[in-house]
């Protein structure tokens, strides 16, 4: 009869899986430390370090729902999707040194929560009580980035973004919408970004209407999300338009037309990329 074999048999010693964590680590280190190595070369490839933010708002979205697609086993979804911002963001950082400018004026806690989640601690993080006060240290700076709710507010900011000059509209966080998000606060995020850079999926425009009214916002609601301030007229209102991939703006002015309202004007003031859902089953879709 034939005797088991001892070594098939056993099943490894904590010191023998301690090994292989304490293994595992030091390879990862030595991965990040190789990451390092390469945007080095990048910015000896590109002849010098960034003058503007190294952000890249698709290529981050990209990454983000790959990271998700790809991801299993028991590591929560929110701890590798945090590890994964804090690297991409200290990376771009090192490229090109800038600070996250934060409207804190509907609540401090919700958005340093979201600045921390998607930028880390290593990026500067300066506060300010106010949508207008972010949007002009952005345009004063030479590449940082401006975080505003986007849930609209009492002011409409968004004027500012207007011109070929101006920052825009570049990113919307996060960029995976899931349940319970450590970081949910739905962030618009404000800056420069180079033409080839920019996320397309959602066209984001400033509309001023005059006749503004209940009937005019149920008529557009079914085609794009919307947020509202007040436009010097009474009946007046400054809109921030957001327009999926295949929206057709005029189609939406037209029907604030046909809802009895009046168009003044229309401004693109920025883009970013479709919303990525996560369902508490974890199936994924935009």
């Known amino acids: 009869m034939a005797s088991p074999s001892p ?24 991965l990040l430390m190789d990451r390092g190595e390469i945007i080095g070369r990048l910015i000896e490839a590109k002849g010098t370090v960034e003058s503007g933010s190294a952000f890249r708002p698709a290529r981050e979205a990209d990454m983000m729902r790959r990271l998700v697609d790809r991801h299993g086993g028991i590591l929560p979804l929110d701890t590798v999707e945090s590890i994964w911002r804090v690297i991409i963001a200290t990376f771009t ?25 998607h930028f880390g601690f290593t990026v500067p993080f300066i506060p300010h009580m106010g949508a207008a006060g972010v949007v002009a240290a952005v345009a004063g ?62 066209a984001m425009w400033s509309l001023r209407v005059s006749g503004w009214s209940a ?16 436009d010097r007229a009474f009946d007046g209102a400054a809109l921030l338009v957001s327009v999926p991939d295949g929206g057709d703006i005029a189609a939406i002015a037209d029907t604030l037309v046909k809802a009895g309202a009046s168009v003044r004007a229309t401004a693109l003031v920025g883009s970013h990329a479709t919303r990525y859902r996560v369902s508490r089953d974890g199936a994924a879709g935009n």
Not at 8 to 29: G, K, M
Not at 105 to 117: C, L, P, V
């Open 7 to 30: 070594a098939a048999a056993a099943p490894p010693s904590l010191a023998d899986l301690r090994r292989e964590i304490d293994t595992i680590d030091a390879q990862v280190h030595r």
């Open 93 to 117: 950082y090192v490229q090109a040194p800038f600070s996250v400018h934060a409207d804190l004026a509907a609540g401090d806690a919700q958005m340093r929560d979201s600045a921390r989640f």
């Open 141 to 202: 700076s030479k590449g940082d980035l401006g975080l505003v709710p986007a849930l609209g507010g009492a002011q409409a900011w968004w004027s500012a973004l207007e011109g070929d000059g101006a920052p825009k509209i570049i990113a919307r966080l996060p960029f995976v919408d899931r349940p319970d998000h450590p970081a949910a606060l739905p962030v618009f995020v404000v800056s420069r970004a180079a033409d080839d850079a920019m996320a397309r999926g959602v």
């Open 215 to 230: 009937a005019a916002a149920r008529a557009i609601a079914p085609l794009a999300e919307v947020a509202v301030a007040p």
